[in-house]
């Protein structure tokens, strides 16, 4: 089993950053595909990026992509999301969760609590 913490959210104002933590807790953190989701009022848990095993494959959403980056630590049993020139649509609460690369949310098995990130403009 997989027990995952999110940090890193806040307030943030338009063209500014943030990067979240995943801390992750278990043996096969490191052998574990883990991926980001969001959350914004009214809308779908959309995909955000996702990450392989060793951090050799990234996937992102064309939303996000050239903006957030995914990496991971696997001595720190952490995975990241850098975001840059945030945007006030940027606003949601983000979840990490253990499982896949995939984007549909099903075929992940753990998720974290989330962690709020508002963008004002």
């Not at 995952?4 to 953190?29: D, I, P, W």
């Not at 984007?103 to 974290?112: A, C, Q």
Request: a positive charge.
């Amino acid at each position: 089993q997989v027990q995952l913490v999110e940090s890193g959210g806040g307030l943030v104002q338009a063209g500014g950053s943030l990067r979240l933590s995943c801390a992750g807790s278990g043996r096969t953190f490191s052998s574990t595909n883990m991926g980001w989701f969001r959350h914004a009022p009214g809308k779908e848990r959309e995909f955000v990026a996702a990450i392989n095993w060793n951090g050799g494959s990234t996937y992102y959403v064309d939303s996000v992509k050239g903006r957030f980056a995914i990496s991971r630590d696997n001595a720190k049993n952490t995975v990241y999301l850098q975001m840059n020139s945030l945007k006030p649509e940027d606003t949601a609460v983000y979840y990490c969760a253990a499982g896949s690369v995939s984007g549909v949310k099903s075929r992940y098995d753990y998720w974290g609590q989330g962690t709020q990130v508002t963008v004002s403009s």
